[in-house]
């Protein structure tokens, strides 16, 4: 008796010669070179053993395919996480990094924001949250200041916003990185993109390319979570411009603008995670010496969140009932966890 793979290899035979009469053999032969056969020590963890049932694949000219494949679709054989999103493969693996295991165990920052407010290259102030006892909540919020606009940053505000048992940042470590001299230009590189990764951080990911810079030098740059659909691949040529940072062993621009050759320039929004739902309550409340308004929101999910919406002076109140969609960083303030909607970043 005829073992499954058996029939499989000898159905494919058939349909094989059917296909040769009835298709010309430069056709196979275009179909063929685009494609890659991969020896099963050497496919790694993103190819797999070609689905039997996959009638797309049994003239691809390989027995393997990348995890990202779609059935119906036409698929390069190569992977990439954007044809990933589409796939209908159900078995893939885990084809996003956690921060701590792709910059290092100090890496605990997230929602960076950089302002170039006269547009002379150098960012005159830079804020961001902080986790800074290793809960994966941000408790710490920081903004550095070029008082003198001079491309490095003179001052800095440390804001606790929760009291920590154990603090792994402390204030006295942005202090001396200010003393130490930490840079706020503006840098512009030209090069072709190697390699993209996904890199979860707390609650939101960042799309990351490995460039090869025209001078010769390789760094990675971080897209953000609003890029994910940036439709730069491997061999794509771009210009990015941003700060470049060190994050945990790892020097990374962080991109502000993109430039693609032939689509133009794109800015980086860099916002926190999406929420949607209904106000069930709404009051005022005290933050920092200045009246806020807070909403009780429940999802569409149907989970409940307490949302700091701002300034009263610089936003309409919420009313209960209203259906809202806001972005906003979570973070942890006291005891309890507060969503700081984007707006009143400053």
């Known amino acids: 008796m005829k073992t499954l793979n058996q029939k499989r290899a000898h159905l494919r035979t058939l349909i094989a010669c059917a296909a040769i009469t009835l298709g010309s053999a430069a056709t196979m032969h275009r179909a063929s070179a685009q494609t890659g056969d991969y020896d099963r020590e050497d496919q790694g963890s993103k190819v797999?053993?070609?689905?039997?049932?996959?009638?797309?694949?049994?003239?691809?000219?390989?027995?393997?395919?990348?995890?990202?494949?779609?059935?119906?679709?036409?698929?390069?054989?190569?992977?990439?996480?954007h044809d990933a999103r589409t796939s209908s493969d159900s078995d893939n693996d885990n084809l996003i990094i956690d921060a701590e295991t792709f910059y290092g165990d100090d890496y605990n920052e997230s929602y960076e924001t950089y302002e170039d407010?006269?547009?002379?290259?150098?960012?005159?102030?830079?804020?961001?949250?902080?986790?800074?006892?290793?809960?994966?909540?941000?408790?710490?919020?920081?903004?550095?200041?070029?008082?003198?606009?001079?491309?490095?940053y003179d001052t800095y505000d440390y804001s606790q916003l929760s009291q920590t048992t154990q603090s792994a940042v402390h204030p006295s470590n942005v202090a001396q990185s200010v003393k130490e001299g930490l840079s706020g230009k503006r840098h512009t590189v030209s090069g072709t993109v190697e390699d993209h990764k996904m890199i979860k951080r707390l609650d939101n990911l960042a799309l990351m390319l490995h460039v090869q810079s025209d001078d010769g030098e390789k760094l990675w740059v971080d897209l953000g979570s609003q890029s994910l659909d940036t439709?730069?691949?491997?061999?794509?040529?771009?210009?990015?411009?941003?700060p470049i940072i060190k994050r945990g062993n790892k020097q990374v621009l962080l991109a502000t603008e993109v430039t693609i050759p032939g689509a133009g320039s794109m800015k980086i929004a860099r916002t926190g995670h999406e929420y949607n739902g209904v106000v069930e309550s709404t009051k005022t409340a005290k933050v920092r010496g200045k009246e806020h308004h807070v909403v009780k929101l429940k999802t569409d999910e149907g989970k409940k969140l307490t949302v700091d919406m701002g300034d009263v002076a610089n936003n309409e109140a919420p009313k209960k009932g209203d259906e809202v969609s806001?972005?906003?960083?979570?973070?942890?303030?006291?005891d309890r966890v507060v969503v700081v909607a984007d707006q009143n970043r400053s």
């Open 48 to 81: 797999e053993d070609d689905a039997w049932y996959d009638v797309s694949e049994w003239f691809d000219g390989n027995d393997y395919n990348p995890i990202d494949e779609a059935i119906g679709r036409w698929d390069d054989e190569v992977w990439s996480y």
């Open 117 to 152: 407010r006269d547009q002379d290259g150098n960012y005159e102030r830079a804020s961001r949250y902080v986790d800074s006892d290793g809960d994966y909540l941000n408790d710490a919020y920081v903004t550095h200041e070029d008082a003198d606009n001079d491309g490095m």
């Open 231 to 242: 439709q730069l691949f491997k061999g794509d040529r771009a210009e990015f411009h941003g």
């Open 326 to 334: 806001i972005t906003g960083v979570a973070v942890k303030v006291g």
